[in-house]
């Protein structure tokens, strides 16, 4: 039998993970999860086929795909040590939607192609921008409701 100090380290209630994909959790997962699947595709096929052209969009595009990656599979995992690192890396996605979409803007020269985070994703219909801050509200929201269990 499981304590309820051990319960509350790893994430479980009695024993089971708490689920992050519950109500809009899932529709997070969705999302995020074709995210992955846009940007694996388009920096595999961009790095195999013509690297050489744009090095730096193309190589940001595939960190961005491993991060949607990540929050895919923590969000799915769930728990709480899953939250946390979800979190923290939908904090360091916005962060690096904002650093890429601002360069981008400043210095259009830099990416002779797009990444998936250019001009804050609007290649994206601004999925990219939007996902992060509605991933970190649901996160902080399933903390919230979890704690209050």
Request: charged share 15%; glycine share 10%.
């Amino acid at each position: 039998m499981t304590s309820g100090v051990a319960d509350m380290a790893d994430g479980t209630q009695g024993g089971r993970r708490s689920r992050l994909i519950s109500g809009p959790g899932m529709l997070l997962v969705w999302l995020y999860g074709v995210m992955v699947v846009g940007a694996v595709s388009r920096s595999a096929y961009q790095i195999s086929t013509e690297f050489d052209r744009a090095p730096l969009a193309y190589s940001l595009s595939a960190i961005a795909a491993l991060v949607y990656a990540f929050i895919t599979y923590t969000l799915v995992r769930g728990g709480e040590t899953a939250r946390k690192a979800a979190l923290a890396c939908c904090a360091a996605e916005l962060v690096g939607v904002f650093v890429v979409g601002t360069w981008t803007l400043i210095e259009p020269s830099a990416f002779p192609d797009a990444t998936v985070w250019s001009d804050f994703g609007m290649g994206y219909l601004f999925i990219p921008v939007l996902l992060p801050f509605t991933a970190i509200l649901w996160l902080r929201r399933s903390r919230t409701a979890a704690a209050a269990v």
